[in-house]
């Protein structure tokens, strides 16, 4: 079956960059995403890349999907007090008529040093 | 104000009893998912739908069922709630390759 892993915790100082690691199972799956989620709040698509593509760029966040490897990754550039949160990690599952639920890893908690 | 709405946001029930969480999108998306979250677990897929009266199973649908008349409501039924079904349960609808959520459902079961 489908398994999505991250570590739990990163820390890192406020202006550095973040880079959040995962690693998936099913090199079926169409999409990659990545996911933010604050204390009591639901999940932001944060943003996604096609299993077809090497990097996303958007803003501060950059992806890195290696398929051969089955590893994405998450970079936060210049990293603020304002994305300390839950960071997940979420692949596509082919699901019957084209539903592609997800499989979210466990969530990684980006702890910001001041 | 569209988006995908859930209620309630916070619920307390007895183990036994029959509760119902609601969830309203207002994109028209076609499908529609249940996730639940828990410490240790991230968040698995419960049901999922591609169309108004298209349901399947996801990865952990015993003790749950769900219904779909109308493409924008997709409400998820605890027949009879369990204390392992405490938990956070999260809405979402999907429109390509996004995949959006609501702001979820704090179940407790006593």
């Known amino acids: 079956g489908e398994d999505v892993e991250q570590s739990l915790f990163l820390s890192v100082r406020e202006g550095d960059s973040s880079v959040i690691n995962c690693t998936y199972t099913d090199s079926s799956s169409t999409y990659l995403y990545w996911y933010k989620q604050e204390p009591g709040a639901g999940l932001q698509l944060l943003t996604y890349i096609f299993s077809n593509m090497d990097m ?15 590893h994405l990754s998450l970079r936060i550039a210049d ?11 979420a692949e596509s599952i082919h699901s019957g008529g084209g539903a592609d639920g997800l499989t979210f890893g466990k969530g990684t908690h980006l702890i910001i040093q001041p | 104000d569209a988006g995908i709405t859930q209620s309630p946001r916070y619920k307390i029930t007895e183990t036994g009893r029959q509760v119902t969480l609601m969830c309203h999108q207002t994109w028209s998306h076609s499908y529609m998912f249940w996730y639940r979250q828990d410490l240790g677990h991230g968040l698995r897929l419960i049901y999922y739908s591609a169309a108004a009266d298209i349901t399947d199973k996801g990865e952990v649908p015993d003790g749950y069922v769900v219904s779909r008349s109308k493409t924008e409501n997709f409400p998820l039924t605890l027949e009879s709630a369990t204390r392992s079904q405490t938990s956070v349960y999260f809405c979402a609808s999907r429109d390509r390759a996004e995949q959006y959520f609501g702001p979820g459902t704090r179940l407790t079961v006593t």
Request: glycine share 4%.
């Open chain 1, 56 to 70: 996303k760029q958007d803003q501060r966040l950059t992806v890195l999907l290696n398929k051969k490897d089955k």
């Open chain 1, 79 to 89: 990293t603020q007090t304002g994305d300390s949160a839950i960071y997940f990690c």
